[in-house]
């Protein structure tokens, strides 16, 4: 069965420090993706990767880094976490458009807070 | 700005009546249209897809129908049940994209008993 997995639940951090998100996928996809959820605003694209050490910027990719090292794993970092970061993040896997629509399989997101 | 929008926000419905949620587009280059159902606590997941060659398609109690001239689609879901209490999400994708998706802002359905 697929599986995406999120290291942390729930996370609690502190203004101004670097904060990592993981994401490891079973399922050999070649895509992955990282989302903020926010109620009323949907799920909004922060980055994506195609490749491995391959990224692109999606709709709100400001503050905000990632890293693909290995095809299984794809990170999301905050540089200097601020307040508006506060969210739930979704890490989402596909296989690419070569074969044909594929859906996006999702973790089970991290609740992040910044205080 | 979204470029796909989705209404209502929330929504509660009687056990077996037939709610339904709307999604309107402006892009005509979008040419996949996903459903994503989330349980609290959970990730989204692919509830059902159409593409604009087709005016309606049903899996099981959903149907999507779309109409391609007005850039709107909706998620219907027949003889609903307590258990399709949920959040349902609408999105859209062009082919060209990959498999980038455009979601809409989310329904929270409550199915009563």
């Known amino acids: 069965d697929v599986k995406v997995t999120q290291s942390s639940r729930y996370l609690v951090k502190r203004t101004g420090e670097k904060v990592f998100l993981e994401c490891v996928q079973d399922?050999?996809?070649?895509?992955m993706f990282w989302y903020r959820q926010d109620p009323g605003l949907g799920l909004r694209l922060i980055y994506f990767s195609y490749d491995v050490k391959m990224k692109e910027k999606g709709d709100i990719p400001e503050g905000y880094s990632v890293s693909r090292e290995k095809k299984e794993r794809f990170s999301l970092i905050l540089e200097s976490a601020s307040t508006n970061q506060t969210s739930m993040y979704l890490c989402?896997?596909?296989?690419?458009?070569?074969?044909?629509?594929?859906?996006?399989?999702f973790g089970d997101g991290t609740r992040l807070s910044i205080l | 700005q979204q470029q796909v929008k989705q209404s209502p926000q929330s929504l509660i419905v009687q056990k077996g009546g037939i709610p339904i949620i709307n999604c309107a587009y402006e892009?005509?280059?979008?040419?996949?249209f996903p459903w994503y159902q989330q349980f609290p606590g959970k990730g989204p997941a692919l509830l059902i897809a159409i593409r604009p060659d087709v005016s309606e398609k049903k899996e099981g109690r959903f149907t999507i129908s779309f109409n391609k001239s007005a850039k709107q689609f909706s998620l219907h879901i027949m003889d609903s049940q307590p258990g399709d209490s949920a959040t349902y999400f609408c999105a859209a994708s062009m082919d060209n994209a990959g498999n980038m998706l455009t979601f809409g802002g989310g329904t929270r359905l409550m199915v009563k008993p």
């Open positions: 892009n005509t280059a979008f040419d996949y």
């Open positions: 989402a896997s596909a296989r690419p458009l070569s074969y044909s629509n594929q859906p996006q399989h």
């Open positions: 399922m050999d996809h070649e895509n």
